[in-house]
Nanobody
């Protein structure tokens, strides 16, 4: 079992930056990848970014590529999402997720989820 806890959400003006962090606990040795998803009002949850837990690979949604950066700190069992040049369309609840499956980072089912953190970008 893995537990995830997000932090770092908030309100920011367009063009600003936020850094989200996700702390993992429990059976972290079983995690293959950690990632971030988001869900805007009235929309389905969508993939944002993911990283192999031990830093081998990363993947990004086209909508955030070049603006967001995912990173890992294995010593602290955390995965972070640095979000730069934020746009109003980035407004959503952001969820940290992890999975044990070695399937491609953006594919397969994620097994563990955090509670979500709100990111609001004003125009």
């Amino acid at each position: 079992q893995v537990q995830l806890k997000e932090s770092g959400g908030g309100l920011v003006q367009a063009g600003g930056s936020l850094r989200l962090s996700c702390a993992a606990s429990g059976r972290t040795f079983s995690i293959f990848s950690g990632g971030w998803f988001r869900q805007a009002p009235g929309k389905e949850r969508e993939f944002v970014a993911a990283s192999s837990w031990r830093g081998g690979s990363t993947a990004y949604a086209d909508s955030v590529r070049g603006r967001f950066t995912i990173s890992r700190d294995n010593a602290e069992n955390t995965v972070s999402l640095q979000m730069n040049n934020l746009k109003p369309e980035d407004t959503a609840v952001y969820y940290c997720a992890a999975k044990n499956s070695p399937i491609a980072l953006a594919g397969g089912s994620y097994d563990y989820w955090g509670q979500g953190t709100q990111v609001t970008v004003s125009s």
